[in-house]
């Protein structure tokens, strides 16, 4: 058992759900932050609850994710891997409502934004601190049918990629993944099979890997593209 603290945004469903299962598996201490109260209690009552506090939160609620996470982080005096994994999409280019467009901004880019200067002094503690920024596919290519998710996403891979200049002089690697489609509920509407679509898994493997190269290694991004086959004619 490690004295490893991770904290998950996102974690109620999809990629963060997946990831927080996976890092507790490997003995981290958890914060996990989401806004369905039910479904993070869910999950953390398969866990020991002396590892594991839950914040249920909107990411965008700016002063209670600045006093809650606060006071979790104080619990531990530390924090090894912050794990950006909340997230929303909104369909639309340049007919988007601009309610959405703005919600799109203030959750994929602003809120990161937040909790990346949250954790920054704590990810400071650790001998190997950690952010992993959940972009998409869409952050690194044009999608004209999705602008709007895709500016923020855009957005917030340059925002990543360029703290990750700034924080490495601190000690803090800064990694933004960038998957295609993933198999989860936000996925639903892609009209994808389960095996066309990355798995969730796979974003495990992804963080996996990135952590375990050595201490001069660094992957600023990392791209996760679907393999493309010819549908058999029905």
Not at 26 to 32: A, K, N, S
Not at 74 to 85: E, F, G, K, P, Q
Not at 108 to 123: D, F, G, K, S
Not at 197 to 210: E, H, K, N, Q, Y
């Amino acid at each position: 058992m490690s004295n490893n603290v991770a904290l998950i945004t996102g974690a109620s469903r999809g990629i963060g759900h997946h990831l927080a299962r996976h890092f507790y598996a490997q003995g981290y201490h958890l914060i996990l932050l989401a806004r369905d109260a039910q479904a993070l209690n869910a999950l953390a009552a398969g866990f020991d609850p002396s590892r594991v506090q839950t914040l249920a939160l909107d990411v965008c609620d700016f002063a209670s994710v600045s006093q809650q996470v606060q006071h979790a982080l104080s619990r531990h005096a530390r924090l090894d891997v912050l794990i950006n994994a909340a997230g929303i999409f909104r369909a639309g280019s340049t007919q988007t409502p601009m309610d959405d467009f703005s919600a799109l901004l203030a959750t994929n880019v602003t809120a990161i934004h937040h909790l990346c200067q949250l954790c920054t002094p704590w990810l400071q503690k650790s001998e190997d601190g950690r952010i992993f920024n959940l972009a998409s596919v869409s952050g690194v290519q044009p999608y004209g049918s999705v602008a709007s998710y895709a500016a923020s996403k855009h957005a917030l891979v340059g925002y990543s990629r360029s703290i990750a200049r700034e924080l490495g002089s601190l000690g803090i690697k800064v990694t933004t993944l960038c998957p295609d489609v993933v198999d989860t509920d936000m996925a639903a509407g892609s009209g994808l099979s389960a095996e066309e679509m990355l798995s969730t898994d796979d974003i495990c493997r992804a963080v996996d890997f990135v952590m375990s190269l050595s201490p001069a290694a660094v992957i600023e991004q990392l791209t996760i593209g679907r393999q493309y086959r010819p549908r058999k004619p029905s």
